[in-house]
């Protein structure tokens, strides 16, 4: 910047300019990584968690084999497989998001959502065993952070440094 009397003169406005119209055009789709990288930490926690309740057969309340009388246990793999991140999705007021859930039905007609909700919160036959809750407050900051980074990493690729 050059001052002198009544003049100011400044160099590089419009390539600064530039960038920050590149930085609007692109918000959505560096918003939609970000949310991408944060919600890709929580799901994989919540997998984990899954799998290890999945894999304990205590948390049905299982004795030699059998859930309830007459009834076999055998893993099918349908719960843990339904499992996924949705679209991200973009909103008019400027919000992204997207949700972690259970889509589909069993081999039995059972839906998967359900079936999680039961193991999460517990039924009148089987225990409460929580995974998602646990894992969302375990990966929390870790995500925010993750996105922050996204964010950063972006803004640097649009503006060159």
Known sequence: ?????????????NEYAKKLSDLERRQ???????????????????????????????????????????????????LLDSFGVAPIKVFADMNTSTKLGFDGYDEKGVPNQLKARAMESGTSKLKKRPFVRPAVNATKKQAISEMGNVIDEEYKKITGG
């Not at 910047?1 to 406005?13: E, T």
């Not at 919540?46 to 084999?65: H, T």
């Open 28 to 78: 959505d789709e560096v918003a939609a990584k970000a949310v991408y990288a944060g919600a890709g930490i929580v799901a994989d926690e919540i997998k984990k968690r899954l799998q290890e309740n999945l894999d304990d057969p205590a948390y049905a309340g299982l004795q030699e084999g059998q859930i309830f009388k007459g009834m076999n246990y055998e893993q099918t793999g349908e």
């Open 1 to 13: 910047m050059v001052c002198s009397m009544a003049k100011i003169q400044m160099k590089g406005l």
